[in-house]
């Protein structure tokens, strides 16, 4: 069993476990490969290979043979690897107190360490993260980007029928904290997965990182409890409290409003990391002074101010008075209406700490729908929907579009097109208006990255069109209103 040794061995030269370790480690690995020991298993291997698949997919295709994979799909092979890696982590309590003395000493160390061990254990999928393409398009907003994210696996069908049967609703969310080394049949295989526990506003939250990584060290805060998405001052609070215990990081929430919040909105959560976007750099249009709070109206596709500020209980104040303002703000004429039965207006707020200063980006955002605009008035209209059709939440506010899997066939299928190597009718129904518009502009070399480039624009497009107060005269003075009407009462 080189294979196993080799691996053991990796997890000594990147920390995960001390040499003491070794024969107790070993022996786990072997236990869930039912295989026995030699001499030699327990001997540092020959090999210098360090790449982690390597030693991970031979020990795969052997638990395969011997049956203890339900079949070779790309989860049972998830599932088992996680069982294996969770041999290599530490336990949830040492690792914790690991982060704590990291953590003591320099807050980016300790989040170092933890997302070193999220790739190093393979909970955060490196390999298949490098599938993904990155591109940019350069714009009146900055330099926007979009990613074609392939590591989010496919829905396993199973897993859609076991999650339609009763007995399979337990955890009641994929972000409930019962996830921890969980390994159950049909569920994402969470058995080498670990979090670390945080105080916010004096509650108990998780951090963890996402296993897909839509960008650098993409965390995700937790409440303790499954309690729905609520903004709230308590909101404001614990991402501010959040960027003061990591500084380094941005912390971010959905909106708590379906169509124009994330996608699980059952489970209050938050997401940061330690990433720049192109709201970052966004420039401003205009700055107010109220008190010691300066507020920045934003040039950027949504309607987006910055609050900034040295005192948090200041900004959270502020903020929430704000708020409160455009909660109720209607304005017919621009189709923002703020009430049917229901509240229709909601922010999505991403907090930062820049040196003392306090930080809070807000995009406004309305999730009314209407004859005209079925899936949202302002959400992705039709016409630009062949891109993306999902929610456009947080990460997309910040100027980054994460796109469906699917671009990734469709839009080399349109270069190709566009080059004469293949027919229109090759081409989905949806893209084919698209493609044919893109005949008329195409360059005539580097087909593939103008395909990307233009793509990305529609996703500018669609961050438009989640815009409340349109790119016009008549949108900016409406924008102007309701920040005097909130500076004034
Ligand atoms: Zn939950």
Redesign the pocket.
Known sequence: METVSALVAYAIDHGMIEKTDVTYVTNAILALLKENPTPETYQKPKTTQRTLRVFLDPLLDLAFEKGLLEDNSVHERDRFEALIMDTLMPRPSELQHEFNQRFSQDPKAATDYFYALAQNSNYIKTDRLKKNKHFSVKTAYGEMRATINLAKPEKDPKAIAAAQSEEETF???L??REYVGLNMDHKPPRKNHRTIKLTLNEEPFYFQFSPYVYYNEHAIVIHQD?IPMKMSQKTYRRLLDFVDQFPHYFLGSNAGLPIVGGSIL??EHYQGGHAHFPIDDARVLESYQYGSVTIERLLWPLSALRFKAKDKDILVNVLDRFEHIWRTYHNEALGIISKTGVHHNAITPIARKDGDTYQMTVALRNNVTSEKYPDGVFHTHPEHQHIKKENIGLIEVMGLGILPGRLDTELPLIAQYLNGEESLQKIPKSMQPWAMELQDHKPTKNMLEYVYQEAAKIFVNSLEDAAVFPHTEVGHQAFNGLIQKFMTT
């Open positions: 955890p009641p969310c972000l409930c499954h059952s489970h």
